[in-house]
Nanobody, 125 residues
Framework: QVQLVESGGGLVQAGGSLRLSCAASGGTFSSYRMGWFRQAPGKEREFVAAITRSGGFTYYAGSVKGRFTISGDNAKNTVYLQMNSLKPEDTAVYSC??????????????????WGQGTQVTVSS
């Protein structure tokens, strides 16, 4: 059974940086795309960033574009989210997800079929 495990969350001051990791394990794993989503208390889950398995295409939410960078290491079955210039409004539980079927849509939760448990990111002002 495929498992996605996030790590790297924590508490950081505004303007600081964090790097999240998402490691996939458990059997043969092949995905068309990997994505990061986040959910703040009392809010709906929202898309953050996505990357194709080849790494040739990345896509970002407008609120993080220019500050966050998604990347992947296929040899390690790991995806990263480098977060710079963090703001208090970035505070949320960040989850990674894998989509194993073809879709041209990257920012909908419905196009991902495996999810990690999430890691907390807290940005203090």
């Amino acid at each position: 059974q495929v498992q996605l495990v996030e790590s790297g969350g924590g508490l950081v001051q505004a303007g600081g940086s964090l790097r999240l990791s998402c490691a996939a394990s458990g059997g043969t794993f092949s995905s068309y795309r990997m994505g990061w989503f986040r959910q703040a208390p009392g809010k709906e889950r929202e898309f953050v960033a996505a990357i194709t398995r080849s790494g040739g295409f990345t896509y970002y939410a407008g609120s993080v574009k220019g500050r966050f960078t998604i990347s992947g290491d296929n040899a390690k079955n790991t995806v990263y989210l480098q977060m710079n210039s963090l703001k208090p409004e970035d505070t949320a539980v960040y989850s990674c997800a894998a989509g194993t079927f073809y879709s041209a849509v990257y920012d909908y939760t419905e196009t991902y079929d495996y999810w990690g448990q999430g890691t907390q990111v807290t940005v203090s002002s």
